[in-house]
């Protein structure tokens, strides 16, 4: 895991990289910045700078505004084969309440476990 990437989500429209460089910059050597409408990444040379910047904006505003800041999950793709990284997830199939056969609905239904806590239902 990357642990020297921070997040910052509710950011204003109007914030800039230009912006985020100038407050960010005193907390360590900032890479890189991908700054998208309402949210940006901030990958810093040092793991020790991300979590100082964590520590510093989860307590108080950031460019007057409440923002999320914590350090980033993973890629969701990997860089070497750009293809989704999957993570184990267990299915249970249990047998269903017998339908009549008029019905178009499924016959069996599904139980799955381990997701996480966040994942919305579709």
């Known amino acids: 895991m990357d642990t020297a990437r ?17 407050y960010l910059s005193i907390y360590g050597s900032i890479s890189e910045i991908k700054l998208r409408p309402g949210f940006g990444f901030v990958q810093f040379e040092s793991d ?11 307590t108080r505003q950031f460019l007057g505004q409440d923002v999320t800041v914590q350090i980033a999950r993973p890629d969701r793709y990997n860089q070497a ?8 997830i267990k299915v249970v199939e249990t047998a269903a309440a017998p339908l009549s056969d008029s019905s178009k609905k499924m016959k069996f239904s599904v139980c799955v476990k381990g997701l996480n806590p966040r994942t919305c239902w579709q």
């Not at 084969?81 to 184990?88: E, K, M, N, Q, V």
């Open 6 to 22: 921070v997040y910052l989500g509710g950011l204003s429209y109007k914030v800039t990289a230009e912006d985020l460089h100038k």
């Open 48 to 58: 020790k700078d991300a979590r100082d910047v964590v520590h510093t904006f989860s």
């Open 81 to 88: 084969d750009s293809a989704p990284i999957a993570t184990p």
